[in-house]
C-alpha cells in the first residue's frame, strides 16, 4: 500500500530555514502528483506546494510564494519542501500527499493518501 513518511520537521528561528522530506512507497512515483500542505491548531489544513509527476510544473500558496521551494527526486521517490525566510506565522504539521493522476492540484481532497505529519516550530 502507499506508504508517506516526512521527516526534517523541528525548531527554528524565524529567518531561518528547514528542509522538509518525504519517502514514499508503494507508488509508481513518476505517475502521481505530489504536494506539502500544513495545519496549525485550530485551523484547516491548508495547501502549502504542489509539484507535478515530472517536476517541471510546480504551484504555491500565496503565503509561501518566494520562500518555500517544492521539488522531487522519483529515483529515489523522495520530495523535498525547503523553506526559507521562516515566519512564526509558518508553524504548523506539514504533511506530504500524494494523488495518482501526475498533475499539480492545490486541493484537498483530489490527495487520497497522507503522510503523518512532521511539526515545524518557528520562534520570533
Known amino acids: 500500500q502507499v506508504q508517506l513518511v516526512e521527516s526534517g520537521g523541528g525548531l527554528a528561528q524565524a529567518g531561518g530555514s528547514l528542509r522538509l522530506s518525504c519517502a514514499a512507497s508503494?507508488?509508481?512515483?513518476?505517475?502521481?502528483?505530489l504536494g506539502w500542505f500544513r495545519q496549525a491548531p485550530g485551523n484547516e489544513r491548508e495547501f502549502v506546494a504542489t509539484i507535478d509527476w515530472s517536476g517541471a510544473s510546480t504551484n504555491y500558496a500565496d503565503s509561501v510564494k518566494g520562500r518555500f521551494t517544492i521539488s522531487r527526486d522519483n529515483a529515489k521517490n523522495m520530495v523535498y519542501l525547503q523553506m526559507n525566510d521562516l515566519k512564526p506565522e509558518d508553524t504548523a504539521v506539514y504533511y506530504c500527499?500524494?494523488?495518482?493522476?501526475?498533475?499539480?492540484?492545490?486541493?484537498?481532497?483530489?490527495?487520497?493518501?497522507w503522510g503523518q505529519g512532521t511539526q515545524v516550530t518557528v520562534s520570533s
Open positions: 500527499a500524494a494523488r495518482r493522476s501526475g498533475g499539480t492540484s492545490f486541493v484537498r481532497v483530489m490527495y487520497p493518501y
Open positions: 508503494g507508488i509508481t512515483s513518476n505517475t502521481y502528483g
